[in-house]
């Protein structure tokens, strides 16, 4: 009986540290998890940033504004309309 119960023992100790193993597993799997998401919601705030500024140095008025300081260009004095 006594070897019976060793071997008994022996086994709930394998099942005991088999089972911290997945526990242990399953915590590092979920702090990558949770760092990736991080990452994730940093990029996409970067993204909105990104698509906000494009947005704005785009638009219509300010490329005018910056066609007539920085180039010098202005509206064209006579416009001649040609057609077939």
Do not use: C, F
Request: net charge neutral; no cysteine; hydrophobic share 45%.
């Amino acid at each position: 009986m006594n070897a019976l119960q060793g071997i008994l023992w022996g086994l709930v100790v394998v099942s005991a540290l088999v089972q911290i193993a997945q526990v242990q597993g399953h915590r590092d799997l979920l702090q990558e998890w949770q760092t990736a998401d991080k990452q994730r919601y940093l990029l996409l705030q970067e993204h909105t940033r990104l698509v906000l500024e494009k947005s704005t140095l785009m638009a219509n008025g300010r490329v005018d504004q910056l066609a007539r300081k920085q180039l010098n260009m202005k509206d064209p004095e006579q416009v001649q309309v040609l057609s077939e």
